[in-house]
């Protein structure tokens, strides 16, 4: 039997942070060189941001680099992967592939 994770979207993330932040949906897109449109579908979680827009995101919102990174990479793991069965067997391999390689 699969387990859905339950996380925080990315999407749900970045407004939250904008919100707390005052800054209207309109000058973060500016920001990012989106449409208006476009991001509050990434807010909603219906797009999913540009892998490119992740380094002016973190500027934009004064988020550290590296907490926007692992979020997203965390978000997208989960939207593709969390539902498969064998889903934490296949992170745990993973884990000791890449503290091989990197580590």
Same mark, same amino acid.
């Given at each position: ?13 970045? %407004?939250? $942070? /904008? ?5 209207? =949906? ?5 920001? *990012?060189? +989106? #449409? !208006? ?6 807010? %909603?979680? $219906? /797009? ?5 827009? =992740? ?5 934009? *919102?004064? +988020? #550290? !680099? ?9 978000? /997208? ?27």
């Amino acid at each position: 039997m699969s387990k859905i994770l339950k996380i925080e979207s990315f999407g749900s993330f970045i %407004r939250q $942070q /904008r919100e707390e932040q005052n800054l209207p =949906l309109r000058k973060v897109a500016l920001d *990012l060189n +989106i #449409d !208006l449109s476009t991001l509050s579908k990434i807010e %909603r979680g $219906q /797009r999913i941001i540009p892998i490119e827009c =992740l380094n002016q995101l973190s500027k934009c *919102l004064d +988020i #550290d !680099l590296k907490e926007v990174h692992i979020r997203y990479l965390v978000d /997208r793991i989960i939207a593709n992967f969390g539902n498969l069965e064998f889903f934490p067997d296949g992170i745990n391999e993973i884990q000791k592939l890449i503290q091989k390689q990197y580590l």
